[in-house]
């Protein structure tokens, strides 16, 4: 009996001391398995890139409210990624009715918001974050991490896509938005025969009526004087933009690129994925290919003092239909009259200046990749985010930016027709006819019974 006493304490002994250094490994290396569909406690690849690029320590400061308990739960969760992310970064998390000093300080009167502050040559920058999300938070870490804030304005008046509205599914609301979070001021700018001194980009967003002469001479005149124009041309662009772009040695196909044996489940094949970057400009590519929902190829002619480069391509399975013929689908191929891929759909031309900071054009053939309909799909916001700073900044963060929750008419799952036969007949087909066949042969078994 005394044995077996002594036994079972040192039983329950040994199991304490395993579960106590199972505790101890746990505390000291902390880690999370995120199975969320929204991966809501995972840090996008793109806000790590950040992070690892600050120089200088950073400290968030929030206050929340006591009676909110769920938000400031939220606003913890999401600021303790960035603590653990980065060791620059201290996180203060306030009651605001009891911090009435610290909030005096920081110019802060509402409750669940959040203050950055980082130090720099001529004091503290300090950026005020009304809503605490993933976006706005990296938003605000990029000038301390050395991407300074940039001015861009999308050009409107002539049937482009609207940044102001965010419903309306051709609108670019959710453009301007995701620019926003990229560390740009997105203002619109009413044609476009005045540029405005503080412009760092300027963006012609899927114009469908022509420019005024005087308005293409500026937008020329603004690139060769080293500004950063950033072009989407739909397929039957306005002459003036197509003379504009071919003054910088860019000539649009005025065709249609078909992509009928990689077209997603639904779709009628008139989509085209990019899929090659040119590796000299975007050293690392986004994780998912972005799609384009109606695009022109285009090709590229030498200018003197002028630098152009292929900048995105589609596959080997497109091809060109010359005549847009696109009633009622996709029409076949026509040998010698329409053009194979890979087809060139992107190009950046830069304006050389001696000493003098360069210009730099950079055009892609379709607008519709940017509204609200389509920004969520694949990697088409990372598209966006790419070839806007690849436009106006000289260093590139392409990681992929985190993906909107999947909402409206599109699914967060984008699988080609073939993809999704393969996943009929391995998940739905396949399971039901072996059923079919057990029963089968139940049945001719109790018959010989």
Not at 211 to 221: G, H, M, Q, T
Not at 284 to 306: F, H, I, K, T, Y
Request: charged share 25%.
């Amino acid at each position: 009996m005394r044995r077996a006493v002594v036994l079972l304490v040192v039983q329950t002994a040994t199991l304490l001391a395993i579960l106590a250094c199972v505790l101890f490994l746990a505390v000291r290396n902390p880690s999370r398995l995120d199975l969320t569909p929204e991966r809501s406690f995972t840090l996008s690849p793109y806000t790590r890139d950040v992070l690892e690029r600050l120089k200088a320590p950073v400290d968030i400061t929030v206050f929340y409210s006591s009676q909110e308990g769920a938000i400031r739960r939220a606003m913890s969760d999401l600021l303790t990624l960035y603590r653990d992310a980065s060791p620059r970064v201290r996180l203060h998390m306030l009651d605001l009715d009891r911090s009435p000093g610290a909030a005096e300080r920081l110019g802060v009167s509402d409750y669940n918001v959040a203050v950055v502050e980082a130090p720099r040559e001529s004091g503290v920058r300090r950026t005020q974050i009304d809503l605490v999300n993933e976006d706005n938070v990296t938003a605000a870490l990029l000038e301390v991490a050395g991407m300074p804030t940039l001015t861009a304005y999308f050009v409107g008046g002539h049937g482009e896509r609207d940044i102001r509205n965010t419903d309306d599914r051709l609108g670019a609301g959710e453009a301007a938005r995701a620019l926003a979070a990229e560390g740009f001021r997105v203002e619109r700018l009413t044609g476009a025969a005045g540029i405005p001194a503080d412009a760092d980009l300027v963006v012609l967003a899927g114009a469908t009526r022509d420019l005024r002469p005087p308005e293409v001479d500026a937008l020329a005149a603004w690139v060769k004087d080293g500004g950063h124009l950033l072009v989407f041309a739909d397929p039957g662009t306005p002459p003036s933009i197509d003379g504009l772009l071919r003054r910088f040695g860019v000539e649009l196909g005025n065709d249609l690129v078909v992509d009928d044996q990689a077209r997603l489940f639904g779709t009628d094949g008139l989509a085209a994925r990019i899929a090659y970057l040119n590796q000299q400009l975007v050293p690392r590519e986004p994780a998912a290919e972005a799609l384009l929902p109606l695009a022109q190829s285009l090709r590229l002619a030498d200018v003197p003092g002028m630098r152009s480069e292929y900048l995105a391509v589609t596959g080997e399975q497109t091809w060109a239909d010359v005549d847009k013929r696109t009633g009622g689908g996709v029409a076949p191929f026509r040998p010698g009259v329409d053009r194979r891929g890979p087809l060139p759909v992107g190009a950046v031309v830069t304006v050389e200046r001696g000493d003098a900071p360069p210009g730099r054009l950079v055009v892609l053939g379709d607008a519709d990749f940017m509204t609200n309909l389509h920004l969520s799909v694949l990697g088409n916001r990372d598209l966006l985010g790419l070839l806007a700073s690849l436009t106006a900044r000289d260093e590139l963060v392409t990681a992929p930016r985190r993906r909107p929750a999947a909402e409206g008419v599109f699914s967060g799952l984008a699988l080609t027709a073939r993809e999704a036969r393969i996943v009929f007949w391995v998940a739905v087909a396949g399971p039901a006819l072996l059923f079919a066949l057990g029963g089968l042969v139940a049945v001719r078994r109790g018959a010989r019974a």
